[in-house]
T-cell receptor, first 113, second 108 residues
């Protein structure tokens, strides 16, 4: 069974702090993704990566960056947290190929005060 | 217009009922399709892939109509445990776009 692990279930940070959200998968998947989920807005793609040291912007990359130094780990970075980044953050991984479904971690609920 | 659109519901049905969800997508180049289930405050989990020929998994049947650009999910003999939000997902080039979800509540 695929396991995608996010480092924190709940996180509270202050405005202006630099925030790191970590995600690790154990199935040697090529592709990794970061989404945020907000009521009424659904899941929105922030960044994704198809390979180590590779990254692509998703639909809402502003205010975020990512790092993929190792295949199994994909980090989301909030350079200077703001209150509008309060959200549920979901990491996912998938094998390469267009027919590969996503496997999600259990999410990090981030509150920025 | 959203890339993937679903009727948000909610759908409230009695146990044993048959319920169907539809989802439309705007990009004709879409390559693969999935239904996910999401329970309250949990992550989405894959329910089933959707194939052009249609496919069935127990009480669940998924259909794809490429000409009309919609996919459907049929749940037969609904159980209380089917209560959840069902997300339609469309994939292009390995990038997935989610619908906003349809909420189902199955009542005794």
């Amino acid at each position: 069974d695929v396991k995608v692990t996010q480092s924190s279930r709940y996180l509270v940070k202050r405005t202006g702090e630099k925030v790191f959200l970590e995600c690790v998968q154990d199935m040697d998947h090529e592709n990794m993704f970061w989404y945020r989920q907000d009521p009424g807005l659904g899941l929105r793609l922030i960044y994704f990566s198809y390979d180590v040291k590779m990254k692509e912007k998703g639909d809402i990359p502003e205010g975020y960056s990512v790092s993929r130094e190792k295949k199994e780990r994909f980090s989301l970075i909030l350079e200077s947290a703001s209150t509008n980044q309060t959200s549920m953050y979901l990491c996912a991984s998938a094998q390469g190929g267009v027919n590969s479904p996503l496997h999600f971690g259990n999410g990090t609920r981030l509150t920025v005060t | 217009r959203k890339e993937v659109e679903q009727d948000p519901g909610p759908f409230n049905v009695p146990e044993g009922a048959t319920v169907a969800f539809n989802c439309t997508y705007s990009n004709s180049a879409s390559q693969s399709f999935f239904w996910y289930r999401q329970d309250c405050r949990k992550e989405p989990k894959l329910l089933m892939s959707v194939y052009s020929s249609g496919n069935e998994d127990g009480r669940f049947t998924a259909q794809l109509n490429r000409a009309s650009q919609y996919i459907s999910l049929l749940i037969r003999d609904s159980k209380l445990s089917d209560s959840a939000t069902y997300l339609c997902v469309v994939n292009i080039g390995g990038k997935s776009t989610f619908g906003d979800g349809t909420t189902l509540t199955v009542k005794p």
